[in-house]
């Protein structure tokens, strides 16, 4: 049986009717590549076929009243498509921000667990077009639970959801989860449960390391950027359960162009970028903080991992020195900021987070969550925002037959850290997916709209 780690877990446990702890993608096709023409029956018939290739998508979550240990994955014998496949259309004039309303509201709503926890929306109307106009356009809303998906694995489900060629063949089948008794998920919960203190063990001389690793580091003056190191924002304040949603995209050549020049990886531009937009939107609100604020950046390790669970994260604080005013300069201090993160947080041992949260018990993350619900939020926070990068196909995609013109990836936000800005690449575009709560932000296009103008500035100034 394949069981929940406790990494994917502890993101179920700590979901919350204001914290969702699901990821999005929003889609945007252009029709007028379709053979035949497109219809939302030939759409969910393609999508139907596809499923046999997607077990994550089949699974729903079993348990038992006697295990004492996490959730099992389990297949749905009655599973039903038209159950997580959604119509709806844009009211006019169906441009960026009727599009991104329909997109906030529907990532506001929590997913069923009495089934696989994933929804598909096919937005019509978008730009004031319709499904028979010739090259109408098309928007596709993807929610996928995180105790499913981390970022690369979402990546590697919109490949199989999509394809490199617009007749290209359907995805061979790939086996399901299975579907253990609930006194097997019992009896493999009790033997986990009496094997805990021993993985817990294992976990202890790893974090006694990581102190010591870090301590010297700090000394040396190459450490990571330190939590509770970062500044208050309006962004680091409670939730609500709304969620507002804003898209850009960019022209990967002018990234990489900066790159180049600048002699800096494609990641310190993105975060020279996000860096710049933060700090002309809170500046024009007079909110500009004097310390610099602090990201916390996910990162993949399922290349070096072979832990179990689908979530294969680890992570580093990084400094964004929105207190530098040049942005040249901004975009050299966060390259080498980058450098002393990412070395400190490989030195840490990459699975250390899994390991870790693999060692928390059931029971434990119940009391652990409960006394952090009794934990007012602290003064000082302990990051700003969280940024991810997700390298996504270099070629065209099509989605039955429908070219992918844009893909906004949005993960999920927290209490204290009301911020998520998810990057993905897609042929030679950039896209950006930025996420909030309206009661945090006024106007997310605000800030979404500084992204093109910092790349300007950069490609300018370097």
């Not at 990641?267 to 860096?275: K, Q």
């Not at 119940?366 to 270099?394: E, Y």
Request: one cysteine or more; a negative charge; charged letters at 20%.
């Amino acid at each position: 049986m394949e069981r929940l780690s406790g990494l994917d877990a502890g993101l179920l446990y700590s979901e919350s009717s204001r914290v969702l702890l699901h990821v999005c993608s929003v889609v945007e096709l252009d029709t007028a590549t379709v053979p035949g023409g497109y219809s939302f029956e030939r759409f969910s018939e393609d999508l139907g076929s596809r499923m046999q290739a997607l077990p994550e998508l089949r699974a729903k979550l079993g348990d038992s009243q006697l295990n004492l240990d996490h959730p099992v994955w389990v297949e749905d014998h009655n599973f039903d498509l038209t159950r997580h496949l959604k119509r709806i259309a844009l009211p006019s004039p169906g441009g960026r921000v009727e599009l991104a309303d329909i997109c906030g509201h529907i990532a506001s709503q929590p997913l069923d667990r009495s089934k696989p926890l994933w929804e598909m929306w096919v937005i019509e109307g978008v730009d004031g077009t319709t499904p028979d106009d010739d090259g109408g356009r098309l928007a596709l809303m993807l929610k996928v639970h995180h105790a499913a998906v981390d970022g690369v694995s979402a990546a590697n489900l919109l490949n199989t959801l999509c394809d490199l060629e617009i007749d290209a063949p359907r995805p061979e089948p790939v086996d399901g989860v299975g579907d253990p008794s609930p006194l097997a998920i019992a009896a493999d919960g009790l033997v986990r449960f009496a094997t805990r203190p021993w993985e817990l063990t294992k976990v202890i001389p790893e974090t006694a390391a990581m102190v010591v690793k870090t301590f010297n580091r700090a000394v040396n003056g190459t450490a990571m950027a330190a939590p509770f190191s970062a500044p208050a924002t309006r962004f680091n304040a409670e939730l609500t359960s709304e969620r507002c949603i804003a898209l850009v995209q960019l022209d990967l050549a002018d990234v990489k162009k900066v790159k180049n020049l600048c002699e800096v990886k494609v990641n310190d531009v993105v975060m020279a970028l996000c860096a710049g937009a933060l700090r002309g939107f809170l500046a024009d609100r007079e909110e500009l903080p004097d310390k610099p604020l602090i990201a916390v950046v996910p990162a993949s390790v399922h290349d070096s991992s072979d832990r179990p669970g689908r979530n294969q994260l680890s992570g580093m604080f990084c400094n964004l020195h929105t207190d530098i005013d040049d942005p040249a300069q901004r975009l050299r201090a966060i390259a080498e900021s980058d450098l002393h993160a990412k070395e400190h947080s490989g030195s840490l041992g990459p699975t250390l987070l899994v390991d870790l949260a693999q060692s928390i018990s059931r029971g434990m993350f119940g009391w652990m969550l409960g006394l952090l619900s009794r934990t007012p939020l602290a003064s000082t926070p302990i990051l700003n925002v969280v940024i991810s990068n997700v390298a996504g196909p270099a070629s065209t995609l099509y989605s039955c037959g429908a070219e992918v013109t844009a893909l906004y990836p949005l993960g999920p936000i927290f209490h204290g850290a009301g911020l998520n800005i998810t990057v993905m690449s897609v042929g030679d575009k950039l896209n950006v997916g930025l996420i909030s709560c309206p009661q945090l932000v006024d106007d997310l296009w605000d800030l979404a709209d500084r992204f093109d103008v910092e790349l300007g500035e950069l490609l300018r100034r370097c």
